[in-house]
């Protein structure tokens, strides 16, 4: 394993400790329940993602459907703070977070792997 990536995974380490240990949030997790629609464009293409959150017995879970490669990448770790919501995927070393718009509808952020691409989702 070369250096570079140890530290990659320290830092995706460092970054789901910091998740899963943020203070009170400002939106109750549920107001971020329920299945988000979105699609992101890299590499010439196309990627519409489905993403499911879901809160039962005070935890917060989520998963990011990749509709046109067939993959679910379940998130690592969810934290929903300031009216923001971050996942971490740390089996594909990524991250998505976003910001919930005031009536409750959408989420306006960006999706990094590797490079940062803008994403919003629309609650379906």
């Known amino acids: 394993m070369s250096i570079a990536s140890i530290t990659r995974r320290m830092a995706l380490g460092v970054a789901a400790a910091a998740l899963l240990c943020g203070s009170a949030s400002a939106q109750a997790p549920q107001a971020y329940d329920g299945v988000w629609a979105g699609a992101i464009s890299a590499g010439g ?11 039962a017995n005070g935890e917060t879970t989520a998963e990011m459907n990749s509709l046109d490669q067939g993959a679910t990448i379940p998130a ?9 919501l971050s996942l971490l995927f740390l089996s594909v070393g990524a991250e998505y977070t976003a910001k ?19 994403l919003t989702m629309t609650k379906k």
């Open 45 to 55: 293409q196309t990627l519409h993602l489905e993403l499911t959150v879901k809160t």
């Open 76 to 84: 690592s770790a969810v934290k929903t703070d300031g009216g923001q």
């Open 100 to 118: 919930l718009s005031a009536d409750g509808k959408s989420l306006a952020g960006s999706f990094t792997q590797g490079g940062s691409v803008p």
